[in-house]
């Protein structure tokens, strides 16, 4: 649909989307997409959905209205959980490029390409590198990736086979972001990091419409996060705001939920703090972030005060998973439930089973808990995250040819 404005999420500023934006220039605030649903109510009915592309660009009405650049991302399977009666898992794991990030950038460089923009460049934590990389080939487009050095060997290589220029940091996606930002202007590349474009929510913000859908339009009681940079959380909230002003649904909205790892968890540690002296609900950059979930190793997200919104709104919460609950909880989906989740997808698990046992979530609660990626991106790091649980055994020692433990 054609876009109205892009508005600012801290002053209400409209700009225009005739050309490409980045952030609010008064303040800095996060951009919204902005359309005349208005126009749509009524006209756009559930049932038109059925029978449309089984991906995110089924709802084209609430998309940018440009050329779609799309490996076929979204509409992912809703698993009902074999565990848990009123538990749900959206695996995001089966997109094109193995995780939720594909959404993000599937609008993104439709945008860029119909923007006429030749040169992208973003910090990434692994996945939204990859997934880059994946569009901006398919779009002909060239992408500047900048990646910490220990990132999962898959992230690396899918950048490499996609053609992108990648740039490996010794440091993590802040410092990452501060390279792109030091860099943009003199070498020609738009900025696409997270929330620092508006149209990466919009790619996202469908796993909100896919929630709705696929829940015959009733939205459940909670939706478990995995928050890194927090835009799949803040497109889904997005989302439910649409729909009920096109009235696909009423008032009534999940609570909003964050796992982050506790290694990294800026967002649950201003969570519990409440709002500064100043009025200010803002997190605080966490030093020493340290996970073997790549995808939350975010030690400040710049789209924070909209996350916190989000979990006052719904009376929603925060939580954190070590990494050694992560790694049991990998296991248990994968052999419970048979899917083989990422770490950062694992961790909803983690986060439901102590919203379970701390009573916030009851038994017949409907949750859908995400599953964020695929761990088949993750391989090194898993194997080397379960060696660091699991030592292996002493070596049997040999002596004289015979062949045991003593
Ligand atoms: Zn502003």
């Given at each position: ?47 038109d959905l059925s029978g449309r592309v089984a991906s995110m660009w089924r709802y084209a009405e609430?998309l940018?209205?440009?050329k779609p650049?799309t490996l076929g991302e979204g509409f992912t ?29 599937s ?99 469908t796993?909100?419409y896919e929630?709705?859908e ?193």
């Amino acid at each position: 649909m054609r876009i109205a404005y892009l508005e600012c999420t801290r002053c209400g500023e409209q700009l225009s989307a005739d050309r490409p934006q980045n952030i609010c220039p008064k303040d800095g605030g996060v951009l919204f997409v902005r359309y005349d649903l208005a126009i749509l109510k009524g006209k756009l009915r559930l049932e038109d959905l059925s029978g449309r592309v089984a991906s995110m660009w089924r709802y084209a009405e609430v998309l940018p209205d440009a050329k779609p650049v799309t490996l076929g991302e979204g509409f992912t399977p809703m698993l009902p959980s074999r565990e848990y009666a009123n538990v749900y898992i959206k695996d995001e794991g089966l997109n094109p490029t193995g995780s939720f990030k594909a959404r993000g950038m599937s609008a993104a460089v439709t945008m860029a390409r119909h923007y006429g923009l030749k040169k992208l460049a973003a910090p990434s934590a692994g996945n939204a590198g990859g997934a880059l990389a994946a569009y901006a080939a398919a779009a002909g487009i060239e992408a500047h990736i900048f990646m910490p050095k220990d990132v999962p060997v898959a992230n690396r290589m899918e950048c490499d086979y996609y053609g992108a220029h990648v740039t490996l940091v010794d440091g993590l996606i802040s410092d990452c972001a501060r390279m792109v930002a030091e860099r943009k202007d003199k070498e020609g590349w738009f900025d696409v990091s997270t929330l620092k474009e508006p149209f990466r929510v919009e790619g996202k913000k469908t796993m909100g419409y896919e929630v709705a859908e696929q829940m015959n339009w009733k939205l459940p009681h909670g939706i478990i996060y995995p928050t890194g940079g927090g835009v799949g959380m803040i497109g889904m909230w997005k989302a439910f705001d649409e729909m009920e002003e096109l009235g696909w649904i009423g008032s009534g909205r999940p609570k909003m939920i964050s796992v982050q790892a506790a290694g990294c968890a800026p967002i649950v540690k201003a969570w519990e703090a409440g709002k500064t002296s100043s009025g200010e609900w803002v997190s605080e950059m966490w030093t020493g972030a340290q996970t073997f979930a790549a995808g939350l190793r975010v030690p400040k997200a710049y789209g924070d005060y909209l996350i916190l919104d989000i979990f006052r709104k719904s009376q929603g919460t925060a939580v954190t998973a070590t990494d050694e609950e992560i790694l049991a909880a990998m296991r248990h989906w994968a052999s419970v439930e048979g899917v083989f989740a990422a770490p950062e997808g694992a961790a909803s698990l983690v986060a439901y089973q102590k919203l379970r046992a701390n009573g916030f979530f009851l038994a017949e609660d409907k949750v859908v808990l995400f599953n964020t990626g695929s761990a088949y991106k993750y391989l090194d790091m898993i194997e080397a995250q379960g060696k660091k649980a699991r030592p292996e055994p002493l070596t049997a020692r040999n002596i004289g040819g015979i062949i045991g433990p003593y």
